[in-house]
């Protein structure tokens, strides 16, 4: 039985990195007591698989994994059981059967949405820069890899940056970007180039990922 779960990560554990995350949730499925899973060979580990990293420092209502159980459990079940075992800040939204047509693999668009203070900057300006970043063909970066640093072209990645409201002096700015295989973007790379262009800091409150799903030019499909 192979099931796909909805989980967030809020405030409260958004500054531990994907791989704490992974044995936080490794330690949750042996403490609920629930019949996940392993690889064969020297060292098992657990059938899980997760969407793409979440940067450090920032919360997500929309991450997703893919369990298998070595036998059939109630989907209720497996929620209700993990949730009392998982720690504050972390917590099942919602489990289904998984979609073999749609690997967690293949998400290719990921949504933030980033609340700042406009402390520093005003309204016109900041729309004046996202503009600017919007019609740009080429904004190469400098990124960090396993393999060691190479500059890349985010501007193709980079799908929307919409503001969605303003209230006093804090803005909510939507932000659609590439996830996965075809490459990605961090919605704090952006950032980085929106103070570039306003030559000051932008004081960003929060970053929160709304989002994960598969598209293309006719479809939007969500993983659950």
């Known amino acids: 039985m192979k099931l796909r779960m909805k989980f967030k990560k809020d405030n409260l554990v958004k500054f531990i990195s994907h791989l704490d995350m992974m044995r936080t949730f490794e330690r949750a499925f042996r403490r609920a007591d629930l019949p996940i899973a392993f690889t064969k060979g020297y060292n098992p580990r657990p059938k899980i698989s997760f969407t793409p990293a979440l940067s450090v420092g920032i919360t ?21 059981r993990l949730n009392r075992v998982l720690p504050k800040g972390l917590q099942i939204i919602k489990v289904g059967i998984v979609d073999e047509k749609l690997p967690l693999s293949v998400l290719n668009c990921a949504v933030y949405v980033l609340k700042a203070a406009l402390n520093t900057v005003n309204l016109q300006e900041l729309k004046k820069s996202i503009n600017i970043i919007l019609h740009q063909e080429e904004i190469i970066v400098e990124k960090v890899t396993k393999s060691g640093t190479k500059f890349v072209n985010i501007a193709p990645l980079i799908y929307g940056i919409d503001l969605l409201s303003n209230d006093g002096n804090i803005v909510n700015v939507k932000i659609a970007t590439s996830i996965g295989q075809q490459g990605s973007v961090s919605p704090k790379l952006i950032v980085l180039e929106l103070e570039k ?10 970053i929160h990922r709304e989002e994960l799903f598969y598209t293309d030019e006719n479809n939007k499909i969500l993983p659950l």
């Open 60 to 80: 997500s209502s929309s991450e997703y994994m893919d369990v298998e159980f070595y036998e059939d459990i109630s989907i209720d079940d497996v929620a209700n």
């Open 197 to 206: 262009l306003l030559k000051k800091k932008f004081e960003v409150l929060n």
